[in-house]
């Protein structure tokens, strides 16, 4: 599905009144009359409950208008408050308040008076509370006033449904500048907003619904940038299907490079997760004399020493023997516990121009190419690039927080520049193509961040390429997966143990969950 700004979504609106002849009062009773729908999800029965409406000035009032309507007439009892002064409402709108008004109902202006304390009067009896204040129109801040009533609306103790975007939100960056409505749960219309997806303003949107407002489908394909959320129907067509006459061999073979000394987990976590995501055949191959402890401790997955320094990380001249194992090999994952010795740096550098087949890299393998990210272009096939926002700021040569600041901007920077797909890790994975696609990660908690899950997420993508995956899918498709495995270990056992052991185990349950659903 598509993400759009607010821009991208008012020109959609503007298209769909324009040139379909679909006005904006057709736009604005869809909107409201699904975010009724959505009303009668949560509140069962609609009759004799109490939905409290509160409006502002622009087109989201309009909307709460349609929903107090709808309401009205399927027998709630609805009150509607308004931010502002009722004169200040207009086009769309006020059409629809004028239609409220002459069903004989009011509206209570909290712009004049003592409207803290009606407010406070009003929610002890309410079933349900409706933000329509400020919609895709709102930027910068809430003013105090505004900010006083939301902040005992978030207090109130009831749910509270917003309505298109939660007000207070910054539809473009999913920024809060100060006070803004914490929803249970957000109705948003057309296209999901940006700002609903990304931290901190998913938290603020709680349970996320889409409502067609009838923009038709080919204007969206038309005019809407190729942003988009992953969905499970989207991985769920591109995994690859499993012939019942199918041989290991048609399901890829994987290498993975990575280890050193202290670090043989990563190794263990990166080709075992491969298999468990249904690569044919994995080996790692790792400093030779951590190769027995590697046999030891891998059974399905294989194994294979490479020159070592003598100190438990790669020997520069491991080239030869790396670029020897590829030729039998499908996809390289590298780089996950590698170290940062000198050596490290200096064979990775000098691999990856030869390397013809895919490749994933990860974690001490970018790490190498800190400062010299042009390597990447050297690489003679798709390349996956996995950063965390510290990986890719000595990538890109700026600080993790300025990579935060603007996470699609920096996974498009770095994908455009070398050519490759950028999977930027943390809250909300962000995926930048090469071909120009942009996909968020929806799956995953906070009990993910612990050591070894990026491990995980490299064998995942390895093996999905490994399976015939188009490289930036696999990499959408697998930050996907091991969003839905850390989901499931975490419903199983909290965030708070969560370890990177867990979200692996649960891979099987991942892909299973998403092939039952077909
Ligand atoms: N035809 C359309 O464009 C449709 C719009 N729809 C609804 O309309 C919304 C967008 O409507 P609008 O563009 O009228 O804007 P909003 O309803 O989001 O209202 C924003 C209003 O608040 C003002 N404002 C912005 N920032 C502010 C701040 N920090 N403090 C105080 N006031 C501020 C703006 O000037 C504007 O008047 C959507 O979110 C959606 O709910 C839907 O009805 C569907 C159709
Ligand atoms: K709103």
Known sequence: MRVVTAGEMRALDKAAIEEYGISGLVLMENAGHQAVQLVRDVLGEVRGKVVTIFIGKGNNGGDGLVMARHLLNMGAEVKVLSMVNLEEISGDAAVNLDIWRKMEQKVFSLHHGDGINIVKL???????????????GFKGAIAEKVGRVIELLNGSGKPVLAVDIPSGLEADTGRVNGVCIRADYTVTFGLPKLGLMLEPGADFTGKLTVADISIPAVLVEKIAPPRFITTAELVREWLP??????????????????????????????GESALRAGAGLVTVAVPET??????????EVMTSPLPD?????????????????????????I???????????????????????????????????????????????????????GEMGRLLGVSPKEIQKDRIAAAVQASEKWGVTALLKGARTVIAAPDGAIFINPTGNPGMATAGSG??????????????????????????????AGDLAAGEKGMMGL??????????????????KQ
């Open 335 to 389: 780089g996950p516990g590698l170290s940062q010795a000198g050596e490290v740096v200096t064979l990775v550098r000098e691999l990856l121009p030869h390397v013809r087949i895919p490749c994933v890299l990860d974690a001490d393998a970018l790490n190498a190419l800190a400062g010299s990210g042009d390597i990447l272009r050297k690489v003679q096939a798709p390349v996956v690039i996995t950063p965390h926002p």
């Open 309 to 333: 320094t003598g100190k438990g990380s790669l020997s520069r001249g491991a080239r030869q023997r790396i670029l020897s194992l590829l030729e039998n090999t499908d996809v390289l994952a």
């Open 122 to 136: 009003v929610l002890m009896n309410t079933d349900l509370i409706v933000d329509a204040i400020y919609g895709t």
């Open 241 to 270: 299907s499993r012939p019942s006459l199918a041989h290991k061999g048609d399901f890829g073979r994987v290498l993975v490079v990575a280890g050193s000394r202290g670090m043989t987990g990563a190794a263990c976590l990166t």
């Open 290 to 299: 951590l190769h027995e402890i590697m046999e030891e401790k891998l059974t």
């Open 499 to 516: 370890v990177a052991g867990d979200i692996m185990s649960a891979l099987p349950a991942a892909t299973r969950e998403l092939v039952q």
């Open 455 to 484: 491990d995980v997420l490299t064998g995942v993508v390895a093996a999905l390429i490994a399976q015939g995956m188009e490289t930036a899918r696999a990499a959408a498709a697998g930050a996907y997966i091991h969003g839905l």
